[in-house]
């Protein structure tokens, strides 16, 4: 997780630390300062890719249980 003006710095940062291929999720700059619940949409709008990147792109229903 970065925010959009720090990409370029997190994508070269996982690279040299051996990680070229991370798959990141990038939210607006920037975090601080800002109100919560205006983070709170900005999650929200990132939330599908964010679980999309942790589970391969499965779904509940398409996952084996």
Do not use: F, Q, Y
């Not at 959009?4 to 291929?21: C, R, V, Y």
């Not at 890719?49 to 249980?65: H, N």
């Amino acid at each position: 997780m970065t925010t959009n003006a720090l990409s370029d710095l997190a994508t070269k940062t996982a690279t040299e630390l051996g990680l070229p291929d991370l798959r990141m999720v990038s939210v607006a700059h920037p975090i601080g300062g800002v109100d919560p619940d205006e983070i709170r949409r900005r999650a929200d709008n990132v939330v599908d890719e964010v679980l999309a990147l942790l589970t391969g792109g499965r779904t509940l229903e398409g996952s084996a249980r």
